[in-house]
């Protein structure tokens, strides 16, 4: 009995599958299954990818059926009309008040070491210092005129720059209006930010003072005025307002104008129009692009923020306002103008997205379209 097939088994069994042999039967190899973990895993993922984008559509449903309740009760309001005007403003107010408040932490610090250099180390140091000295109350000292006088500010910035921006396109005419926008947006948001400025400077005055004064001069926003009132009058309150003027206008030019030209420029590398997009994602948009307008805005305004800082703090009375700028320039010279430039970057840039953020939101929310980016008048 042989021990070993014999080779006519071997040629019945092997030869049908031989590549060789049989050139039309053959087909490739079947791969390996994958294991059974990384299936597991992508299932996984997929099923949470799927709950997310769920909650997403769930979430934007329930933002829709709020806007379209707010709208049923308003009306249909029209653009560039009274009330979308109302509308601008009291978005604005929102956006400027609560996000200056938010971020008084920071804006605390900012102060303080512009004021004087060598108060603390770093930021980490500061907020821990002022947190062991006066509690957590301490680190959002100056929030209350904070958030007045940016409610304030915010509403005229941001009504202001809607009502102008129309009123100078009405006045230029279509064709040079598109031919000149940008023109059109710096001088829009500089006409609104001249009365914004008017409406901030008595609460800037107070938290300046009161953040950069161990411990805070006052206790609150009103006692702060009457005393600021009773030793130095009125004026006392508007000493900064030229310096503003000098910080807050190039910077609110800077922030309407490159936000405009930022969004612009996304929808360009986009393959649709904006029209096309829905309404969550023309607002990641507009968070995307006041980013990167924020930090152009803290970089074109830190030295009149320095300036006033320095101003409402260290401006003796009755000094005149270029004797008093003339002896600061001279403590702290050009280097000092920079001072807490890094953080004013990321406080700005992290200020201007959100505020973008919840206005184009609260627009939406009104049934406008977002800021920015509008397409070009059709050719005649």
Known sequence: MAIFPSSTTIKDTFASKHPLSHADQWQEPRMPEPSRFPAVALSVAEDAKGKASALGQDAQKEIQKASSAAQAKTGQLELYSPEYYAACTFGGLAACGLTHTAVTPMDLVKCRRQVDSKLYKGNFEAWGKIGRAEGFRGIYT????????YSAQGAF?????EY???????????????????SIYLAGSASAEFLADIALCPFEAVKVRM??????????????????????????????????WGRQIPYTMMKFASFETIVEMIYEQ?????????????TVVSFT??????????????PADVMVSKLN?????????????????????????WNGLVLRIFMIGTLTSLQWGIYDSFKVYMGFPT??????????
């Open 164 to 182: 102008f921006k129309k009123f100078y396109s009405d006045l230029a005419g279509d064709d040079i209006a598109h031919r000149y926008k940008t």
């Open 270 to 282: 986009m393959p649709r129009k904006k029209s096309e997009y829905g309404k969550g994602v023309q």
């Open 313 to 337: 703090a260290n401006r003796k009375p009755g000094e005149a306002f270029g004797g008093a700028m003339k002896r600061i320039y001279g403590d702290i010279g050009f280097g000092g103008l």
């Open 211 to 244: 953040q950069t004064t161990i411990p805070p001069f006052t206790t609150g926003t009103f006692a702060g005025i009457s005393t600021i009132t009773s030793a130095e009058g009125t004026a006392g309150l508007f000493k900064g307002l030229y310096p503003l």
């Open 289 to 302: 692009a006041g980013y990167a307008a924020g930090i152009l805005c803290a970089i074109v305004s830190h």
């Open 142 to 149: 100056g929030w209350s005129p904070t958030l007045f006088g």
């Open 157 to 161: 910035k941001y009504g202001g720059y």
């Open 371 to 380: 800021t920015g980016g509008a397409a070009p008048p059709p050719e005649k």
